[in-house]
């Protein structure tokens, strides 16, 4: 992958300890990426000009996901495996989330609802909190947005390093760990992946534009073929 392709996939926080004032432009909205050394600051809250949403966009292939092995609010282990043979979307929350990870996942749940009866396409919320996104945390805030277990899982890991390194190097968003009084920063960004686990799209969740391209992605990637078995 290209290193546009992967300034295209970085979310709204650098990958290493932020300065307070780069904190702060999180906070405002901005996103921050790195490009051939240099950091662009980009209004994250802008919306995508109408006519760019109407026209047909390629679904290049990103990344592929790697393997990984997470606990499921119902405490079953779930893989990679798990999920090849399906379109999947994943975000990235904690459950003790102030900021935006409601706002994400009250997202979700809509795209749930859009994709009732469709039992292949699944939503994963990756938590990045272990210490406190226990089983019991996890289906209890999974309850207050009607997650369908079936259809929303919500995947947590052993560790915060095991679960920050999935999301930095496997899915390509940035988190950043809670220090002193700075709270934990993280992606708003839903990430479309295949059939294959490989990583198609992504769209910062807080942009009402993000539903629309999301299931519209997901529409192109059922009409691709099936994987090879």
């Known amino acids: 992958m290209t290193d546009s392709q992967t300034s295209a996939l970085q979310s709204d926080v650098a990958p ?78 904690f459950t003790r989330c102030a900021g935006p990870c409601p706002k994400l996942s009250a997202k979700f749940r809509t795209i749930q609802r859009e994709l009732e009866g469709r039992a292949s396409i699944k939503l994963v919320s990756i938590c990045l909190d272990p210490k406190n996104d226990t089983t019991f945390a996890l289906a209890t805030y999974a309850k207050r947005f009607s997650a369908d277990p079936d259809r929303w899982w919500f995947l947590t890991g052993k560790s915060e390093k095991v679960v920050h390194e999935l999301v930095g190097k496997g899915f390509l968003q940035s988190v950043v760990p809670a220090s002193g009084n700075d709270p934990l920063m993280h992606s708003t960004y839903f990430v479309v992946i295949d059939r294959k686990g490989r990583i198609r799209s992504a769209y910062n969740g807080l942009l009402s534009s993000a539903r629309e391209r999301i299931m519209a992605d997901i529409q192109t990637l059922l009409a691709e073929s099936e994987p090879e078995s």
């Open 16 to 93: 290493t300890a932020v300065p307070h004032l780069w904190r702060n432009l999180l906070l405002s909205g901005f996103a921050i990426v790195l490009m051939g050394g240099a950091v662009l600051l980009i209004d994250s809250h802008r919306e995508t000009p109408a006519a760019a949403m109407d026209a047909p966009v390629a679904l290049p292939i990103l990344a592929q996901v790697p393997d990984f092995s997470l606990t499921e609010r119902s405490g079953r282990l779930v893989t990679l495996d798990d999920l090849l043979g399906s379109v999947w979307v994943a975000d990235f929350i």
